[in-house]
């Protein structure tokens, strides 16, 4: 099913976010269940109903984890089932010849001043917002394609095929090989506006960390080896996909 290849795009760190959330709300259930029970314990003087509560509160831990679980999990699969889509058709509009997401997560966006020449044409499309910008990022066989959230739909912010003109570098102040503080800097030299540099950070750095190696990996292989041209993007299988999409959201949501 879709909603399952949404789950898997989720990054580890996320789901234990999700996870972390679902249990500090049973927490929260069975200790409030247990501090009723003393109370009531104590005004009754009857050890019987704080020992019942005790006993009671695994009980109410997992029902109402799983019932926090059970409402934070489909959220998840619709934002990225939806960040999935739109990051798939601006990949088609920027000519991608293969449009299978390799990774997908969220970050944060910076477009750098001293790298890209043209800066005024970004600051006009983009004013005073060009720092910081909470973004989806997402990898394709053959493009990156980074969008961020908008009154009325979404904002492509950086999107460009890996080819010749596209260069990535990283920085970290640790030094190590998986850095927490991981820093990626993409540029891309567009014919038209010349150098656009931009710096992707996120608050999960196994996604980052992962971001960084397979993009290595796609730039070290030349892109006639990386995508099969025979197969014309956006055909029938993205349009079936798109269909598969929009009825696993009306399935979550009715769930």
Same mark, same amino acid.
């Given at each position: ?77 619709? !934002? =990225?089932?939806?960040?999935? $889509? @739109?990051?798939?058709? #601006? ?7 293969? *449009?299978?997401? %390799? ?73 190590? !090989? =998986?850095?927490?503080?991981? $820093? @990626?800097?993409?540029? #891309? ?7 656009? *540099?931009?710096? %992707? ?55």
């Amino acid at each position: 099913m879709i909603s399952e290849e949404a789950w898997r795009l989720i990054p580890p760190e996320e789901k234990i976010a999700i996870l972390s959330k679902a249990h500090a709300a049973g927490v929260m259930w069975a200790l409030s269940l247990i501090a009723v029970g003393a109370t009531l314990a104590i005004s009754f003087q009857s050890p019987l109903v704080l020992w019942s509560s005790i006993l009671s509160s695994p009980i109410v831990f997992q029902f109402s984890a799983n019932r926090r679980w059970r409402s934070l999990r489909p959220i998840s699969v619709i !934002e =990225y089932l939806a960040a999935r $889509s @739109v990051t798939r058709r #601006y990949a088609y509009a920027i000519k991608s010849a293969d *449009l299978e997401i %390799l990774l997908l997560f969220k970050g944060y966006l910076s477009h750098e001043p001293d790298g890209t020449d043209a800066f005024e044409v970004y600051t006009q499309h983009y004013g005073d917002e060009f720092q910081n910008i909470p973004v989806w990022v997402a990898l394709f066989p053959d493009a990156v394609v980074v969008i961020s959230e908008q009154i009325g739909g979404a904002n492509l912010e950086f999107g460009h095929v890996i080819n010749a003109r596209f260069k990535m570098r990283t920085e970290s102040g640790e030094g190590a !090989e =998986y850095a927490q503080d991981l $820093s @990626v800097l993409m540029e #891309y030299d567009d014919r038209n506006y010349g150098k656009h *540099l931009v710096r %992707l950070e996120t608050q999960y750095p196994a996604a980052i960390n992962a971001f960084n190696k397979k993009l290595a990996e796609i730039l070290s292989t030349p892109r006639a080896q990386r995508v099969d041209f025979d197969s014309e993007a956006g055909g029938e299988d993205f349009l079936q996909s798109q269909q598969n999409l929009k009825e696993t959201i009306q399935n979550v949501v009715a769930t």
